[in-house]
């Protein structure tokens, strides 16, 4: 099974600041014949099912706003959130689609300091 | 727009069979570009993938779970089900249905808490 380790697990930061999530895979998920990074970033609030932000990595999904990014490649990935707004307050997953069973990080609970 | 609704009972009684249905609405099950897929969360934990399910039947299982789970489609009423036997007080969690494309999930139900307790 690939692991999926996230730092930290858990992070304060300030309305407006910057908050730098990471996720490590035990194995690379990139796919040589298409180059591309089998990573995606999920956003979770209390009480409802996660949410797709970012999947390939690095592409942004259909509405999410644009300060989420996704970086990385390989086995070490970021999400980045340029500028936090009172509901980004949830806890963020990272996951491995590269092969099964698929699993995701721990989780990072993010709050506002 | 596509909604997934899981149903099933949210207490079973230890060794017993948890089973859970997910009815897609807004979309076909049929549709030759999505995997369909449960997962669950056990309270204040995170995300555990269970099994994923084609439209032909085609499956993917997690090796941790597959001796115990047994996942199934039903074209006819847009639905697809999971059976997991054998339950123990381990298995209590939110359970989600959700929809893979590429494998990763776009889409999830709003989950349904199955506990598991005497």
């Known amino acids: 099974d690939i692991v999926m380790t996230q730092s930290p697990d858990s992070l304060a930061v300030s309305l407006g600041e910057r908050a730098t999530i990471n996720c490590k895979s035990s194995q690379s998920v990139l796919y040589s014949s298409n180059n591309k990074n089998y990573l995606g970033w999920y956003q979770q609030k209390p009480g409802q099912p996660p949410k797709l932000l970012i999947y390939?990595?690095?592409t942004r999904e259909s509405g999410v706003p644009d300060r989420f990014s996704g970086s990385g490649s390989g086995t070490d990935f970021t999400l980045t959130i340029s500028s936090l707004q009172a509901e980004d307050v949830a806890v963020y997953y990272c996951?491995?689609?590269?092969?099964?069973?698929?699993?995701f990080g721990q989780g990072t609970k993010l709050e506002i300091k | 727009q596509l909604q997934l609704q899981e149903s099933g009972p949210g207490l079973v009684k230890p060794s017993e069979t948890l089973s859970l249905t997910c009815t897609v609405s807004?979309?076909?099950?049929?549709?030759?570009?999505?995997?369909w897929a449960w997962i669950r969360q056990p309270p204040g934990r995170g995300l555990e993938w269970i099994a994923s399910?084609?439209?032909?039947?085609?499956?993917h299982h997690n090796p941790s779970l597959k001796s115990r789970v047994t996942i199934s489609v039903d074209t006819s009423k847009n639905q697809f089900s999971l059976k997991l036997s054998s339950v123990t007080a381990a298995d209590t969690a939110v359970y989600y249905c959700a929809r893979q494309y590429n494998n990763y999930v776009t889409s999830w139900g709003q989950g349904t808490l199955v506990t598991v307790s005497s």
């Open positions: 996951h491995q689609y590269y092969n099964t069973p698929y699993t």
């Open positions: 807004g979309g076909s099950i049929s549709s030759a570009s999505y995997y």
């Open positions: 399910i084609y439209y032909s039947g085609y499956i």
């Open positions: 390939w990595a690095s």
